[in-house]
């Protein structure tokens, strides 16, 4: 049981990597699948995944993409299955015209063999607008359960989710949907990506009973050097050190612009110790970092303030843990700046009092009658 546990964390591990990897340095589609579905094979056994978009009134363009080439009659047999199960749950219009093409990654490894009679394919359909449809899938062996290569149900979702993810970051089609979730200036996730991972991170760590850790940090007196360069060189600062948070980062790490010179890392699997080491480097590294100034006027240096978190110590909402790394930051800028705070119980009590003092006011404003409270159906 421990063993299958470890394999679904590992995958979740690979998903979220692949995703944040992705996110943060514009992929092409093609550059990122073929690193899912590699990385996934080291675990469990994924044939092939596939994917497919049309705008209605259009063909179906379905494209397979095997980890090694299969052999000409089982990838006839194969793509025969893919339409009739797409004919078969509906998510094809009588008349439509359908379109398979594959792509092979390993293309010097042997014919790989398919056992057909226990190929699972699983499909999820997926609607993009009114106009646009389309669907994700994958395929995997329905082995017997004691074989430890087997995949779970929820991995497969899992795994049909994070394609569908990739799909939203690398696809051409769909860049505003990227921008969204994008910071332009940096080209690193911004705070709408980091709220909906950290969500997912706290979820992934409840199933799993693990831990991680939140960072927050800003630069200190960055002002400084917006009046002393002008914005278009304090912006060419932000991006060089975008990447040097970049380059620091460990597999299945997220680092994100929250906005303006704030930023924020998410630490799967990191307890409260781990976390501060990892910001004990970011700390030193963003003291000796610089970016040369244009027209002689120098480096462009500064440093940060760091504060933390961890799930399920401090707090177990993706709310509270974030505003507990807030505050115990603002406490590193009274603190006298260039140093990392920890949450002590003072930080955890503020959280929790500051929900209790908003309870209290909405509750009395209304018994006061000075706001109305608007109830809609859900």
């Known amino acids: 049981m421990r063993s299958l546990i470890d394999k679904t964390e590992k995958i979740e591990n690979i998903l979220l990597d692949r995703l944040i990897d992705a996110t943060g340095r514009s992929k092409a589609w093609e550059e990122a699948v073929d690193g899912v579905l590699t990385a996934l094979n080291d675990i469990v056994d994924v044939p092939f995944v596939l994917h497919a978009e049309m705008l209605a009134g259009s063909s179906l363009d379905v494209e397979v993409v095997w980890r090694r080439r299969p052999e000409a009659s089982d990838q006839e047999r194969i793509e025969r299955r ?4 797409l004919i078969d749950v509906r998510r094809l219009d009588e008349g439509e015209r359908v379109e398979i093409r594959s792509r092979v990654i390993n293309v010097e490894e042997p014919e790989a063999e398919i056992a057909f009679d226990t190929l699972v394919i699983r499909t999820e359909f997926i609607r993009h607008s009114n106009k646009s449809r389309g669907f994700v899938g994958l395929a995997f062996p329905e082995e017997n359960p004691q074989k430890e290569r087997r995949i779970e149900t929820r991995s497969a979702k899992k795994i049909l989710e994070v394609l569908e993810a990739l799909r939203v970051v690398c696809g051409n089609s769909r860049k505003a949907e990227y921008s969204e979730k994008s910071d332009p200036l940096t080209n690193m996730p911004n705070q709408r990506m980091f709220w909906e991972l950290l969500d997912y991170e706290v979820g992934r760590s409840e199933r799993h009973s693990g831990c991680f850790s939140i960072l927050f940090f800003d630069l200190d007196n960055f002002r400084h050097i917006n009046e002393a360069f002008g914005i278009e060189e304090a912006n ?23 906005g303006g010179d704030e930023f924020v890392m998410i630490l799967p699997g990191k307890e409260r110790q781990e976390a501060e080491e990892v910001a004990s480097k970011i700390l030193g590294r963003t003291t000796t970092f610089s970016v040369q100034g244009k027209e002689g006027k120098g480096d462009m240096r500064t440093s940060v303030s760091i504060g933390m978190s961890t799930f399920p110590v401090h ?12 505050n115990t930051m603002r406490r590193a800028k009274q603190l006298g700046k260039n140093n990392i705070t920890v949450p002590n119980k003072d930080d955890v009590a503020d959280v929790y009092r500051s929900h209790s ?15 109305e409270p608007n109830l809609q159906p859900i």
């Open 82 to 85: 893919i339409l009739e199960q």
């Open 236 to 258: 060419r600062y932000l991006t060089a050190y975008a990447t040097l948070l970049s380059d620091l980062m460990n597999q299945g790490e997220m680092v994100a612009r929250y």
């Open 315 to 326: 707090a177990r909402s993706s709310r509270d843990l974030f505003m507990i790394a807030e």
């Open 357 to 371: 003092e908003k309870i209290l006011i909405i509750q009395k404003a209304v018994s006061e009658k000075t706001v």
